[in-house]
T-cell receptor, first 115, second 111 residues
Framework: SAVISQKPSRDICQRGTSLTIQCQVD?????MFWYRQQPGQSLTLIAT?????????ESGFVIDKFPISRPNLTFSTLTVSNMSPEDSSIYLC????????????FGSGTRLTVV | DAKTTQPTSMDCAEGRAANLPCNHSTISGNEYVYWYRQIHSQGPQYIIHGLKNNETNEMASLIITEDRKSSTLILPHATLRDTAVYYC????????????FGQGTTLQVKP
């Protein structure tokens, strides 16, 4: 299965600032997914990022708040803009499986605290 | 995508089989059943998936009822390291498309 490197692993940020999270995959993948996990909650899909096209956002998430880049088949970034304490969460990227018997692979996540 | 219903929490004795149920009564013919787990502070880990037939791998077994409206994940010999939140997810195709997570089942394996 694919190996994902996600950076940073954690950060503490001031409200009103922005943070860009990077997701690097060791193989080419068509789709990459960004999730948010608020404290004590399950994962919520933010958007799906395909290379060469704009990301598709889920209900409740907008591009101005969570701009996504997907410059090639192995890399993507998620920016959390104009942060508030409510944005304190774990953000995870995920990629599709690499074959019939492999599920989706998830990064280890970015733990964001906004103060 | 079909929704799933899982118990909020379960306990299991170490060394015994853990049987985690999932209801997905609105599943459609081309949707797969996926199981993932999330150990504290880590990203979700793929366990197993299936369409119609029962499946087994080195981690677990997946039993899908004939009408496909429910399934059971079986960890044959649970260990303390299996303590995690287990998510049952229904999604289209095999390894394509987005995964929508429910609340999952918190499995506590006890000595």
């Amino acid at each position: 299965s694919a190996v994902i490197s996600q950076k940073p692993s954690r950060d503490i940020c001031q409200r009103g600032t922005s943070l860009t999270i990077q997701c690097q995959v060791d193989s080419q993948v068509t789709m990459m997914f960004w999730y948010r996990q608020q404290p004590g909650q399950s994962l919520t899909l933010i958007a799906t990022a395909n290379q060469g096209s704009e990301a598709t956002y889920e209900s409740g998430f907008v591009i101005d708040k969570f701009p996504i880049s997907r410059p090639n088949l192995t890399f993507s970034t998620l920016t959390v803009s104009n942060m508030s304490p409510e944005d304190s969460s774990i953000y995870l990227c995920s990629v599709e499986g690499q074959g019939r018997y492999y599920g989706y692979t998830f990064g280890s996540g970015t733990r964001l605290t906004v103060v | 995508d079909a929704k799933t219903t899982q118990p909020t929490s379960m306990d299991c004795a170490e060394g015994r089989a853990a049987n985690l149920p999932c209801n997905h009564s609105t599943i459609s013919g081309n949707e797969y059943v996926y199981w993932y787990r999330q150990i504290h502070s880590q990203g979700p880990q793929y366990i197993i998936h299936g369409l119609k037939n029962n499946e087994t791998n080195e981690m677990a077994s997946l039993i899908i009822t004939e009408d496909r409206k429910s399934s059971t994940l079986i960890l044959p010999h649970a260990t303390l390291r299996d303590t995690a939140v287990y998510y049952c997810i229904v999604g289209r195709s095999s390894n394509t498309g987005k995964l929508i997570f429910g609340q999952g089942t918190t499995l506590q394996v006890k000595p």
